[in-house]
């Protein structure tokens, strides 16, 4: 059934300012990256104190800017901020960083796993502790892929020497995200109250970019033009090494890109039904709402997915079979994908769209591996 009527704006009213508006990759600077390298580090064992409770620890947090770093990175900048901590996000990721990764992993494990072991182990020279949280479950009768709740010991067994701090997130066991990272927090800051407001204030602080974004993309949708929807995970879009490339590649066609991880999340698993009711994983199921609430708004659909991925695999196929009329494109890529064949594939992509435009729409679709 197609979505009818205007599209949800965001709460927020207020029109963000062009840098945040219509462009996923203009993202607010990291406030907290830094090092204060004239604070004195006590070298003391993260997991001793915070299980004792009691002294504050004075360390540097190294966050990698990887998989729920692009969830969850500004609440994570701001919470250690707010508490005095001070915190390094890794640079964008780059050809060492994924060297780095693929050598510590094994071969069969997921592209975005490889970068992001490539960020941790990039970080252990520039941090006391690295974040690696466990997230199994972020709502009941749910789950996240297996890669999110291994994360942890992945890093752990894959480099001997980490020093990780974490915390567990399995909504269906009673461990909430909210309640987890104030538990994490307590390890620095012994006053329960100081980590309470801390917690308010990043949430607030990450609630707010998100929604100048999300609104920034509604917008977007509703402007006149050639418009291509992204669905990716935001670990995949917004990484420099895999999506960045394809959405400056599709931008330089004209296209105006919309990012399906933007849409509100409660709207979109709502609307995910009307695709599927089957599918376990919040992150795709938020997905799949996504291509129902965008797509009477563009003129094609990009998949973006990364080899070798079960849920993306499977979502990507439901998508495709079930979006009768509307062009989309299949990208799987691995860390062997080069730009030439990339650009040639979105370029046709583009040109088959314009060509379509003023047309009624059949079905296309292009799959590329
Ligand atoms: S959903 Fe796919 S790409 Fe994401 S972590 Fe899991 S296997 Fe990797």
């Known amino acids: 059934m197609p979505v009818t009527g205007e599209l949800r704006r965001s709460s927020a009213d207020r029109v963000p300012p062009a840098s945040s508006r ?10 907290a990256g830094r090092i204060n390298r004239l604070r004195p580090r006590k070298m003391v064992r993260w997991s001793a104190q915070l299980r004792g409770g009691v002294e504050p620890i004075d360390a540097t947090v190294g966050i990698p800017r990887a998989l729920l770093y692009h969830k969850y990175g500004d609440l994570w900048t701001a919470f250690f901020e707010t508490l005095g901590v001070d915190t390094v996000v890794s640079p964008p990721t780059n050809r060492a960083i994924l060297e780095r990764g693929s050598r510590l992993a094994v071969d069969e494990t997921c592209l975005p796993m490889k970068i992001f072991l490539g960020h941790v182990d990039s ?36 480099i001997p020497d980490a020093r990780l701090i974490e915390y ?7 461990k909430r995200h909210a309640t987890e990272i104030r538990r994490l927090g307590r390890g620095f800051e012994r006053n329960p109250a100081k980590v309470g407001y801390a917690y308010m204030r990043a949430r607030r ?3 707010r970019l998100h929604s100048e974004r999300a609104l920034g993309n509604e917008q977007a949708a509703l402007e006149p033009g ?15 090494m895999i999506g960045a490339p394809v959405v400056s590649i599709l931008r330089e066609q004209g296209a105006a890109v919309l990012a399906a991880e933007l849409a509100d999340a409660s709207r979109a698993k ?3 039904a009307r695709l599927s009711r089957d599918v376990p994983w919040t992150f795709n199921k938020e997905l799949l709402g996504a291509v129902e ?14 080899f070798p991925c079960g849920p993306d695999s499977l979502m990507t196929e439901l998508c495709v079979r079930r979006l009768e009329g509307m062009p989309t494109l299949v990208l799987v890529l691995d860390e062997l994908q080069g730009e030439a064949g990339l650009r040639t594939r979105l370029e046709s992509f583009v040109d ?18």
Do not use: W
């Open 293 to 306: 609430h965008y797509r009477e708004y563009v003129d094609g659909i990009v998949f973006l997915v990364t």
């Open 168 to 174: 567990d997130v399995d909504v269906a066991n009673g």
């Open 352 to 369: 088959l769209l314009r060509l379509r435009r003023p047309k009624e729409r059949t079905a296309t679709t292009a799959r590329v591996v």
């Open 205 to 207: 602080e990450a609630n």
């Open 22 to 31: 219509g462009n996923i990759y203009e993202r607010a600077p990291v406030s």
């Open 123 to 158: 970080l252990m020279s520039q941090a006391d502790y690295v974040l690696v949280p466990r997230v199994a479950s972020l709502h009941r009768g749910e789950t996240t892929c297996v890669k999110f709740l291994g994360a942890y010991d992945v890093a752990r067994n894959s």
């Open 270 to 272: 709502t609307l995910s």
């Open 226 to 240: 050639l418009k291509v929807l992204v669905v990716g995970h935001p670990y995949n879009i917004y990484d420099e």
